[in-house]
């Protein structure tokens, strides 16, 4: 069974930085697409950045492009966020998620929150203006 375990959330100030984490175990992880999404209250799930296995594809939302970075550690089964400059509007419940290998043809498929098949509990970010 996979799991995938977040950390790293936080309160901070808006313009500090935070790298959340994302453990997975189970499944064959150098083979999945990851992910986060994000929950702010009354909103609806929003997708925020997607890494494929390859490591070499990776995709943001415009909102936080220049500020966020996905990256992935194969070795480890991990998952990273680093969020710079952080804003009030990044406030929200963050969502670990992946797919496992699929052929997608739409092209914004990584966007999908349907298309994911396994997702963590979700952190907690909240920034202060």
């Known amino acids: 069974q996979v799991q995938l375990v977040e950390s790293g959330g936080g309160l901070v100030q808006a313009g500090d930085s935070l790298r959340l984490s994302c453990e997975v175990s189970?499944?064959?992880?150098?083979?999945?697409?990851m992910g986060w999404f994000r929950q702010a209250p009354g909103k609806e799930r929003e997708f925020v950045a997607t890494i494929k296995w390859s490591d070499t594809d990776t995709y943001y939302t415009d909102s936080v492009k220049g500020r966020f970075t996905i990256s992935r550690d194969n070795a480890k089964n991990l998952v990273l966020l680093q969020m710079n400059s952080l804003k009030a509007e990044d406030t929200a419940v963050y969502y670990c998620v992946a797919d496992r290998p699929a052929f997608y043809t739409n092209p914004t498929w990584y966007a999908d929150k349907k298309l994911y098949d396994y997702w963590g509990q979700g952190t907690q970010v909240t920034v202060s203006s």
């Open positions: 189970g499944g064959t992880f150098s083979s999945y697409t």
